[in-house]
């Protein structure tokens, strides 16, 4: 997790466990979320492209439990930015691809307004739900953190937990053909 660089955007994301060796590369703790850590791998390649988008499977790590380990999740998240792209544009894209993965993974979802994520928009953004499980949130990012990270860009998005969405029931869709002789 960079600490450093999350507060000098004005991201919130906390570490529940610390390094000790915290002086390499400004990580001070393990990451709780993905999307800041891709958040920075953007604003780090902002200048080079006019469009980024850069996603990451990986673990990260909340809530210290009772005997001293912490919970670890699967998530994916993607990033988006763009010059040229709208709003608009950027989010409908995230929604494909959950759209898509859930084709293919987990049948239906169902994307909810009531976001309580500091690093999303308070009304462009929304939480991603199977029946009554959350699977992740997307969304445009806050415009206070867009600001700090790039004026010109606009930037979308999205954090699924894969393991809740792995554990959803796919849904089975019956298809019925048509006859071949229709009635008159």
Same mark, same amino acid.
């Given at each position: 997790?960079?600490?450093d ?13 610390s ?6 590369s ?30 990451e $499977? !990986? ?8 005997? /001293?380990?912490v919970?670890? @999740?699967? *998530?994916?998240a993607? #990033? +988006? ?19 898509y ?5 987990s049948g239906?979802?169902?994307f ?17 739900t199977?029946?009554?499980?959350? $699977? !992740?949130?997307?969304?445009?990012m806050?415009?206070?953190? /867009?600001?700090?990270?790039? @004026?010109? *860009?606009?930037f979308? #998005? +999205? ?14 869709f019956?298809v ?9």
């Amino acid at each position: 997790n960079y600490e450093d660089y999350n507060k000098s955007v004005g991201i919130e994301s906390p570490s529940y466990i610390s390094l000790l060796d915290s002086s390499k590369s400004g990580q001070s703790g393990i990451r709780s979320e993905l999307a800041p850590t891709m958040i920075k791998f953007a604003d780090e390649n902002k200048n080079k492209f006019d469009n980024i988008g850069i996603f990451e $499977i !990986g673990r990260t790590f909340d809530e210290l439990l009772e005997n /001293n380990l912490v919970n670890e @999740k699967k *998530k994916l998240a993607i #990033v +988006l930015a763009s010059e040229i792209e709208t709003e608009k544009t950027l989010y409908f894209r995230l929604k494909q691809v959950v759209e898509y993965l859930a084709t293919f993974v987990s049948g239906k979802i169902n994307f909810e307004n009531g976001v309580e994520n500091n690093l999303l928009h308070p009304i462009n953004s929304c939480k991603i739900t199977s029946g009554n499980i959350t $699977i !992740g949130e997307m969304g445009i990012m806050h415009p206070a953190i /867009n600001k700090n990270v790039d @004026k010109r *860009k606009t930037f979308a #998005v +999205l954090e699924l937990d894969v393991n809740k969405l792995l554990e959803i029931q796919k849904v089975d869709f019956k298809v019925t053909p048509t006859s071949k002789f229709q009635s008159v």
